[in-house]
């Protein structure tokens, strides 16, 4: 969730560079949890839990905490934040039975799916257009996921693709939310009590079987976690300079560096139906940002034109 800022001020190069680095970072982040090898609650607890000194530091320096915090709806921000964290811990469960690229592969639907939940929840129109975008996503989708489920529904690679699904359609799910929520929460209001909501929910999973992590594991949750919180900043900063239609081509840059670090750190070498399903997923995904930011632009370009004639 990117904090953005009521008046950025143009500067495409150093929007980009910043949402690259914000992008690679957060593969990392994901890297760390892999390596990891703890239980995906505890995962998700030290991933918020080490973000939020950052997070508060970032408001300090900036807006002040109190301002930065207040809501005007607990409940909205609870839904979000239990649905939010749902996607994320699934995503983590995911990461310990499928590789890497496929892993960031598969949550790319993620857009995709947002696009028909924000139709069906928030009453947005379907076109034509983002049907078939839409249609192209998931048979990029079934590109990939289709070796997975060759052995059956009961390998743990369909399980895999079971959990890295769930937590993509709960991310989209998360999402509508927040775009629901926007005009009467802040975004750094969002990003603070999701934080906050993730870590007191992820004390719940300690029964069913948390471990004490060995000094790399330790190592590697808290990295997960200061990397986290690094890389929101460096996404909350890339939108100060540019525009959200100009940068998100530019997130899919994540599955190169999960095939780099898939192959240099975890052996692992992506398929090649994966590298097919994923660019369908991304040519999908690029042209509904695009689409989205010539509506956009014709929406604000008739509004100029209807103020004009009222004055």
Not at 70 to 98: D, E, P
Not at 111 to 127: D, H, K, S, T, W
Request: aromatic share 10%; hydrophobic share 60%; net charge positive.
């Amino acid at each position: 969730m990117a904090l953005t800022p009521s008046a950025p001020s143009p500067n495409f190069a150093r929007g980009i560079f910043l949402m690259l680095s914000a992008i690679t970072v957060f593969t990392f982040m994901q890297a760390f949890i892999k390596a990891a090898a703890v239980p995906a609650g505890q995962a998700m607890f030290f991933r918020s839990v080490m973000a939020l000194p950052i997070i508060l530091i970032w408001l300090v320096s900036h807006e002040g905490i109190r301002a930065g915090i207040a809501t005007k709806s607990v409940r909205n921000h609870a839904v979000r934040g239990i649905v939010g964290s749902c996607a994320m811990g699934l995503g983590f469960a995911g990461l310990s039975y499928l590789p890497l690229p496929d892993v960031t592969a598969i949550r790319f639907v993620t857009p995709i799916v947002m696009v028909v939940l924000a139709a069906l929840i928030l009453g947005e129109r379907f076109r034509l257009f983002r049907i078939g975008a839409v249609l192209l996503g998931f048979v990029g989708v079934v590109i990939i996921i289709a070796p997975r489920l060759s052995f059956g529904l009961g390998t743990t690679e369909a399980l895999g693709v079971a959990l890295t699904l769930g937590s993509a359609c709960l991310a989209a799910l998360a999402q509508v939310f927040v775009k629901g929520m926007a005009g009467q929460e802040s975004t750094t209001a969002i990003v603070f009590w999701f934080s906050t909501t993730a870590t007191v929910l992820s004390l719940l999973t300690i029964p069913f079987g948390w471990v004490w992590p060995d000094p790399w594991a330790w190592m590697f949750l808290i990295g997960a976690g200061v990397v986290g919180g690094l890389g929101q900043i460096l996404l909350t900063a890339s939108y100060r300079f540019a525009e959200a239609g100009v940068l998100a081509p530019f997130t899919y840059v994540s599955m190169l560096w999960s095939v780099l670090i898939g192959w240099v750190w975890f052996s692992e070498v992506p398929t090649v139906q994966t590298l097919v399903g994923s660019a369908f997923v991304i040519t999908a995904g690029i042209i509904i940002v695009l689409r989205e930011r010539a509506l956009g632009q014709d929406a604000t370009a008739r509004r100029k034109v209807k103020a004009k004639g009222l004055q």
